[in-house]
């Protein structure tokens, strides 16, 4: 099996079209339908077939590809590192991060823009899971997230702690609260990160352990549209400080959750144990882990 077909899969299934395809990989439809008809007969399956909307996948190509996406992600990679030693030029570096990492991402870039002048930087922004699936296609070098990554080709060192804070309405009744616990959270709309997250497992083993009877919950994906549910009053969240500390409006109102020691929500350096890493990322890594380059 050729790498090759591999790829002539992987186009046909972004584009749908065998013309659209073939285009893209610089060859033409006939060479292309050709090159999948004799996969498919190597193989012993059909891997496409014909709907409503075009060319799809078979279940059996289906299975194929995504089994293959991981080689197909990290040859292409390897393709790149060939190009980049050729050149002996541009340093070209892929970061995943989470949404509430934007804070950090000046002294983040700050950081790689100093130790290493003709370097290309590239920040993806996606959720904890959206980055760790980032980081095994290959699509980065190294992420940051909240999620502690259990997985035998991954590294995980954690970053940082941060804080957490209870954030809220101006109109909300809580603005009239000297202090504010766990414990007011009683009926209360409650807007959260999606399950999963490692902020929303801290939220509500907190909730259970204090037998707190939260009215309804509002999940959410990303923490922009949290804050924008609090501003119009529809609930309250709980955000990592960092993140809510220099909104400077008048419409939104945060309590940092100081008594509460052990509610913090962690941040973790992740990267492929099987990838080739440029200096300047372990470099960062160790300096990041050993000597708190990000406070809370």
Do not use: W
Not at 23 to 44: R, T
Not at 176 to 185: M, P, V
Not at 246 to 261: H, V
Not at 270 to 284: E, G, M, T
């Amino acid at each position: 099996m050729d790498v090759k077909h591999l790829q002539y899969v992987d186009a046909l299934v972004r584009t749908k079209n065998y013309t659209r395809a073939a285009k893209e990989l610089f060859i033409s439809q006939p060479s292309l339908s050709i090159a999948i008809k004799n996969f498919e007969k190597d193989i012993g399956f059909k891997i496409f077939e014909r709907n409503l909307e075009g060319i799809v996948l078979t279940e059996q190509g289906e299975e194929l590809y995504q089994k293959s996406r991981h080689l197909i992600n990290g040859f292409a990679y390897v393709e790149e590192e060939i190009e980049r030693i050729r050149n002996r030029g541009v340093e070209n570096l892929k970061i995943g991060l989470i949404e509430s990492f934007r804070k950090f991402s000046p002294l983040l870039v700050n950081y790689f823009m100093e130790n290493n002048p003709k370097i290309n930087i590239t920040l993806i922004e996606r959720n904890s899971n959206g980055v760790l699936n980032e980081l095994l296609d290959y699509n980065i070098h190294f992420g940051i997230t909240t999620n502690e990554v259990s997985h035998e080709n991954i590294h995980c060192v954690k970053l940082m702690s941060r804080s957490l804070a209870i954030v809220y309405s101006e109109k909300h009744k809580f603005q009239k609260y000297n202090a504010i616990s766990i414990t007011d959270f009683d009926g209360e709309t409650l807007i959260q990160s999606i399950r999963g997250s490692q902020l929303n497992e801290i939220i509500n083993k907190e909730i259970a352990k204090n037998q707190v009877n939260i009215g309804s919950t509002i999940n959410v994906e990303a923490l922009e549209t949290a804050l924008e549910l609090v501003r119009h009053n529809i609930g309250i969240a709980i955000l990592p400080t960092p993140y809510v500390r220099n909104l400077n409006e008048d419409y939104i109102l945060y309590y940092e959750l100081d008594g509460y020691e052990y509610l913090k929500n962690d941040m973790n350096i992740i990267y492929h144990k099987n990838r080739y890493l440029p200096q300047a990322v372990h470099d960062f890594i160790d300096k990041a882990h050993n000597s708190k380059l990000f406070i809370d």
